[in-house]
């Protein structure tokens, strides 16, 4: 059977929403990364807390946006106003979850039909969804990419002025948010870059699968 464009177009919005929200979810979910980068950005010379204190402190934040856990940032000094950002980020990290969880469902589903009911998906210009996932979804990171390559610092600035509008509690004062300095923007940076990297792999694989199979 095969299936109206209609059809195509969507399941290449959802593919294109799970690549990318798994894309974000990966720095999120695997501390390790952040572990990593304790030794990589020199965050106990910088700061003066052992290795301990400051895993410590980055577990209970992400305890804490990601599972709803009591707030705390283990022994360095939070805010009031630290905290309401953090809430807010919890609110985003939610939302990118619950995109996952539900894109990651429906493309299931789709997949399901096509191979139960021998549904063929319509190509548009020649190309299935999937093809036109990658495009769009890498299209959109490499745009943003060369963007926050020219300026990161601005990008930065433009971002949380997108997804927190209204609010100044995302600039934190260090004396009374110590966890800023243990979150320093070279860590947001190659936060950046590994959701980049994650994403343009899974548009690449996309888009080749695509490409082989029209070749058969």
């Given at each position: ?20 929200s798994f ?36 577990d209970e ?156």
């Amino acid at each position: 059977m095969r299936l109206p464009k209609a059809v195509t177009v969507l399941a290449a919005l959802l593919l294109a929403l799970l690549i990318l929200s798994f894309s974000i979810a990966v720095p999120i979910l695997f501390r390790p990364f952040y572990y990593l980068q304790i030794d990589m950005l020199d965050l106990p010379e910088r700061t003066g807390w052992s290795e301990e204190t400051i895993r410590e402190a980055y577990d209970e934040v992400l305890d804490f946006c990601v599972f709803g856990k009591p707030f705390g940032t283990g022994q360095l000094a939070w805010s009031q106003s630290g905290y309401s950002h953090f809430a807010d980020v919890r609110g985003l990290f939610l939302l990118d979850f619950w995109v996952l969880g539900i894109s990651a469902a429906a493309c299931l589903l789709l997949l399901i039909l096509r191979l139960t009911r021998k549904w063929v998906f319509r190509p548009l210009l020649g190309h299935g969804p999937g093809f036109w996932a990658g495009v769009t979804a890498g299209g959109l990171v490499l745009v943003l990419a060369g963007l926050a390559a020219l300026d990161f610092n601005r990008a930065f600035v433009i971002f949380h002025a997108i997804f927190f509008p209204g609010k100044d509690n995302w600039i934190f004062d260090s004396a009374t948010d110590q966890i800023i300095l243990v979150m320093p923007e070279e860590f947001f940076c190659n936060c950046a870059i590994l959701i980049g990297v994650v994403l343009l792999t899974c548009c690449t694989v996309l888009i080749l699968t695509d490409l082989l199979r029209r070749k058969k």
